[in-house]
T-cell receptor
Framework: GESVGLHLPTLSVQEGDNSIINCAYSNSASDYFIWYKQESGKGPQFIIDIRSNMDKRQGQRVTVLLNKTVKHLSLQIAATQPGDSAVYFCAENRGGSNYKLTFGKGTLLTVNP | DTEVTQTPKHLVMGMTNKKSLKCEQH?????MYWYKQKAKKPPELMFV???????INESVPSRFSPECPNSSLLNLHLHALQPEDSALYLC?????????????FGQGTRLTVV
C-alpha cells in the first residue's frame, strides 16, 4: 500500500554538526509534506512544511528538500544542538482541505555533546 | 495561547470500565483530531472533526466514540476496551479548510487497559 517511510531509524551526530534526516514516500497526490519533532513524553511538534509544488524551503536552522522525481523528502538541521535530540517524523497531508496526516516511521536523532 | 490540553495524562482502566479522554484548545481552530500512538511507532489518525462535525473516521472500532461538544472541546469516550488498545492517545487541532498549516498536538493521554 501507499506509505511514507524513512531510510534510517537512528542517527547519532556530534553537537555542532549538521544533521540530515531522510524520508521516502510513495503517494504522489499529497498536497503538503511536513516534518514533526517528538521529544520523549511529549506530543509531536511542527517543524516545517513544504507544498508539493516546491522543492526547497528554509526555516530557522532547518531546511526541507523535496525531490518529486525520486519521491524523497529530507530535513537538514544546521549546527545540531543537544535540544534537537528527539524522534523526527515526516508526514504527508493527503486530506485536501482536511488536515489528514499520514506519518512515516520516524528517525531517532541523538546529539552527542 | 498555543496549547492543546489533554486530560488525564495517565489512565489505567479495566476492560469493563467506561472512561473519557478530554481535549481542549483556545486557538480558534475549527479542526480537531484524535490520533493513537503505540510505543516506537508513528501516530495513526483515528478521527477528524471539522466545524464540530465528524468528517473522517478511519474505521475505528465502535468501542471508541468521539464527541465534539463545541469548537474548543473534543472528547473520546472509551468502553469495553481491550489490552491491545493500550497506547498514547494524542489530540491535535488546526485551522480548518486549508489543508496546510501547523497542527498543534497535546502531550497525550497514556492509556493502559488491564
Amino acid at each position: 500500500g501507499e506509505s511514507v517511510g524513512l531510510h534510517l531509524p537512528t542517527l547519532s551526530v556530534q553537537e555542532g554538526d549538521n544533521s540530515i534526516i531522510n524520508c521516502a514516500y510513495s503517494n504522489s497526490a499529497s498536497d503538503y509534506f511536513i516534518w514533526y519533532k517528538q521529544e520523549s513524553g511529549k506530543g509531536p511538534q511542527f517543524i516545517i512544511d513544504i507544498r508539493s509544488n516546491m522543492d526547497k524551503r528554509q526555516g530557522q536552522r532547518v531546511t526541507v528538500l523535496l525531490n518529486k522525481t525520486v519521491k524523497h523528502l529530507s530535513l537538514q538541521i544546521a549546527a545540531t544542538q543537544p535540544g534537537d535530540s528527539a524522534v523526527y517524523f515526516c508526514a504527508e497531508n493527503r486530506g485536501g482541505s482536511n488536515y489528514k496526516l499520514t506519518f512515516g516511521k520516524g528517525t531517532l536523532l541523538t546529539v552527542n555533546p | 495561547d498555543t496549547e492543546v490540553t489533554q486530560t488525564p495524562k495517565h489512565l489505567v482502566m479495566g476492560m469493563t470500565n467506561k472512561k473519557s479522554l478530554k481535549c481542549e484548545q483556545h486557538m480558534g481552530h475549527r479542526a480537531m483530531y484524535w490520533y493513537k500512538q503505540k510505543a516506537k511507532k508513528p501516530p495513526e489518525l483515528m478521527f477528524v472533526y471539522s466545524y464540530e462535525k465528524l468528517s473522517i473516521n478511519e474505521s475505528v472500532p465502535s468501542r471508541f466514540s468521539p464527541e465534539c461538544p463545541n469548537s474548543s472541546l473534543l472528547n473520546l469516550h472509551l468502553h469495553a476496551l481491550q489490552p491491545e488498545d493500550s497506547a498514547l492517545y494524542l489530540c491535535a487541532s488546526s485551522q480548518a479548510g486549508t489543508g496546510r498549516g501547523e497542527a498543534f498536538f497535546g502531550q497525550g493521554t497514556r492509556l493502559t487497559v488491564v
